[in-house]
């Protein structure tokens, strides 16, 4: 009791985020294992990682390297990641000075734009996008501009990437611009004529560059992963940020890493000793010592190729229209052409209505975007087990 005798209330303070509730993701899960749904919505594999890679980590445990590791990562892990970076993008970080482990991507984005962005400062984020870059944005006080990728009437090429908007958008006060490839949620990837083409747009600004990375292993048909490392004048102003989650389907583990020229990684660091200072240790020596003896990245495009392949033959007997998917293991979906009264719902309410009725999870494409916006597409993930996606498939050929 307060001495006035009324009741103490709760202590109250104003949101450092006002308008983020609970993720799409967690929500689209809890509906799905209410319903005895097939979860196709958030991003994580049903099938287990390779066995050898849990035996380097328990080693490291049962030898004792349970203690903080150094702030910047383990120096055999740090390594390991420079000479891939170098083998396949001919571009060399120093393992020393510009190569730092984080908790995942996520902590990685977060630390790259606390330290870039100045209250006031402008950046852009390419539309639809993954969900914590704007948070993070808002967060580091910066001012965020939104550029929708273009899409297709007919759906047929699916998104293209918004250059011109992105020129138009580019002010004095920009201080960085976001992008990902391979792109998470629409499946797109960025060509080497979009990296020059973005490496044109940007010479002579002082606009820095967060590059998403993450799914770099993961794209297919024989294509190339266009890193920002390969393109020196990028990899001078760029922090490339990618994950062990994703290559190695382990994601509730949540180790990542940031490459970046010595005076980002410098000013990344800064941020990241007071936000997890380092991160658990026996995985960063089990990640080093798997990098040493295995070539899990060389077969990943092909194990996930057939999956993807497998899902689409399989929505082809559903009248979903599918867009391109040239990379990541998530698959965009049309379904404003369904012949049903519930393809006039929104993107939420339709995959809210088929977790519930058709019993299969999706994520509403409207999710990843920082204002509402509709165009009728659901996005699926096809990193499950093939027994998880015929079950999946069967469901939906109801459509």
Not at 188 to 210: F, H, P, S, Y
Not at 350 to 379: C, N
């Amino acid at each position: 009791m307060s001495a006035s005798g009324n009741a103490v209330d709760k202590p109250l303070f104003p949101s450092r985020l006002p308008k983020v509730e609970v993720t799409i993701f967690t929500r689209m899960s809890a509906l799905a294992k209410q319903h005895d749904a097939v979860n196709l919505g958030q991003g994580f594999p049903d099938f287990d990682c390779d066995p050898t890679l849990i035996r380097h980590v328990s080693d490291a445990m049962h030898e004792g390297l349970n203690q903080y590791p150094p702030m910047i990562g383990v120096p055999d892990l740090r390594q390991a990641i420079s000479t891939k970076i170098e083998a396949l993008y001919g571009h060399h970080y120093d393992a020393q000075d510009e190569i730092t482990i984080t908790a995942g991507g996520t902590q990685a984005l977060f630390c790259a734009i606390m330290c870039a962005v100045h209250p006031g400062d402008e950046v852009i984020v390419v539309e639809p996008a993954y969900d914590s870059y704007i948070p993070s944005i808002v967060l580091a006080g910066g001012i965020v501009k939104p550029v929708r990728m273009g899409i297709q009437p007919r759906r047929d090429s699916g998104y293209s990437l918004p250059f011109e908007e992105l020129e138009r958008a580019i002010t004095p006060q920009t201080r960085l611009l976001i992008i990902n490839t391979p792109h998470n949620p629409t499946g797109i990837i960025w060509r080497k004529d979009d990296m020059l083409r973005l490496q044109a747009l940007l010479e002579g600004t002082n606009v820095l560059l967060c590059s998403d990375e993450v799914y770099e292993h993961i794209v297919f048909d024989g294509a190339r992963h266009e890193s920002v490392a390969c393109y020196t004048e990028l990899a001078g102003r760029s922090f490339v940020i990618s994950s062990f989650s994703k290559p190695f389907h382990v994601t509730g583990w949540k180790v990542g890493y940031v490459a970046a020229p010595r005076p980002l990684t410098e000013e990344f660091r800064k941020i990241h000793q007071f936000n997890v200072f380092s991160v658990n240790a026996p995985m960063q020596y089990g990640i080093a010592r798997y990098l040493q003896h295995e070539a899990a990245y060389k077969t990943l495009p092909d194990f996930y190729q057939k999956k993807r392949d497998y899902f689409r033959a399989g929505l082809n007997s559903t009248r979903l229209r599918m867009l391109p998917c040239e990379g990541t293991y998530f698959q965009a979906a049309d379904y404003s052409d369904l012949n049903i009264p519930e393809a006039s719902l929104s993107e939420l309410e339709f995959a809210q209505w088929l977790t519930r009725e058709i019993k299969v999870a999706a994520i509403p494409m409207s999710a990843f975007y920082s204002r509402p916006h509709d165009s009728g597409i659901i996005r699926f993930c096809f990193a499950k087990r093939e027994s998880t996606l015929r079950s999946a498939l069967e469901r939906l050929k109801a459509l």
